[in-house]
């Protein structure tokens, strides 16, 4: 279930936030069923919440959290579900921070374990924020750009996309779908829908 919630302190948990870097080494088939889920109408606003159950099984595995501090606008990824990591890149902002980025694919750009960085935290994975104008971010007044995720269904990895609307200042910002690989392990190319037979994609 999706719900639209208010929630003005989120950012301050941002200065605070760490991210963890994981590398898994497993064997991939690159066969698969494709489940899509169309958010329609596509859901997006200002200090909202979009909960994201990416095989629609009533647990909530990311948030998207669009947020305000000091005036500036702040959007980004929680993980919620165990195993639930976001595509990304770290980046050491100062002397004492490292903050993580979400990474923005195009369609058809391959999501699997070769990905070396995989981000998790509760605190925020960064899509666009102050930082746009710092160039740190890959979200900065995109449209249809794919954010990799993961997550896990009975202890097996599963990958997966969302794919999302950001204007440059991150005030305006819409998830219009989302989909994953039912087959554990397998990879999946951003935007991809349908079923398919193995086709030689590189993992």
């Not at 605070?16 to 606003?45: K, R």
Request: glycine share 10%; charged share 25%; with cysteine.
């Amino acid at each position: 279930m999706k719900r639209n919630k208010n929630k003005k302190d989120f950012a301050k948990k941002i200065l605070n936030y760490g991210t963890i870097a994981t590398v898994m080494g497993v064997t991939i088939d690159a066969s698969g069923q494709i489940e899509y889920t169309d958010v329609n109408p596509d859901f997006g606003g200002s200090e909202v919440i979009y909960e994201l159950d990416l095989n629609n099984d009533n647990q909530v595995d990311f948030t998207v959290v669009h947020t305000i501090s000091s005036g500036e606008n702040v959007l980004y990824f929680d993980t919620k579900s165990p195993g639930a990591e976001v595509m990304g890149e770290v980046y050491k902002i100062s002397e004492k921070d490292d903050y993580g980025f979400a990474l923005g694919l195009d369609n058809g750009d391959v999501i699997s374990y070769r990905q070396k960085t995989w981000l998790k935290g509760t605190d925020g994975i960064l899509l666009n924020s102050a930082s746009c104008y710092s160039g740190f971010s890959n979200w900065c007044g995109v449209e249809d750009k794919y954010v990799g995720l993961r997550f896990k269904i009975d202890g097996n990895v599963h990958y997966g996309w969302a794919r999302l609307d950001v204007s440059l200042s991150g005030a305006k910002w819409v998830i219009k779908d989302y989909a994953y690989n039912t087959e554990p392990n397998a990879s999946i190319r951003a935007g991809e829908k349908e079923e398919r037979a193995i086709d030689g994609i590189e993992d």
